[in-house]
């Protein structure tokens, strides 16, 4: 019989889904400010002026990637400073927004500066949602689900 012992350990599991949920969470919450900034400017078909791709796909698609890659890099060199995690944010999305002007066309300095400015929205997404674990939820999944039908 195998005896488990009580360790003060917490569970992989738990935090492999509680990181997804953050991330799905500011995901979401970056969708719903984008779709907020959407109203204010001009868009056509779900897609923002000057934008090649719509604004769910652009941020599920590499957005989302970047940021898994930036905390990936974050966690390789044990930084848990701001700093070092939002210039590394900023490098990311300057990438991710290289990587959709390249696979997608549009200006690659455009797109790299709003890649830029989309990560570090993304990564404020992110703090706000480990400061307030109750959103993420919402945040996650039923918020950007409403936007999708409105928007």
């Known amino acids: ?51 090649p791709v719509s604004v769910p796909y652009a941020i599920y698609a590499y957005g989302l990637p970047a940021a898994i890659l930036a ?21 990311a999305g300057y990438g991710a927004g290289l990587w959709l002007a390249a696979e997608q066309g549009g200006d690659s300095l455009v797109s790299g500066l709003t890649g830029l400015a989309v990560l570090l929205l993304f990564r404020i997404a992110q703090i706000a949602g480990e400061r307030f674990p109750i959103l993420l939820p919402f945040f996650a999944l039923f918020i950007p689900l409403i936007c999708l039908v409105l928007f």
């Open 71 to 91: 905390d990936a890099l974050l966690r390789i060199f044990r930084s848990t400073s701001l700093s070092p995690a939002l210039a590394l944010y900023a490098i």
């Open 1 to 51: 019989m195998n005896q488990h012992k009580d360790f003060n350990l917490p569970s992989v599991r738990l935090n492999a889904g509680m990181y997804a949920l953050t991330k799905l969470s500011a995901a979401g919450l970056t969708f719903i400010l984008i779709s907020l900034f959407m109203l204010i400017h001009g868009y056509e078909n779900g897609i923002p002026s000057g934008w």
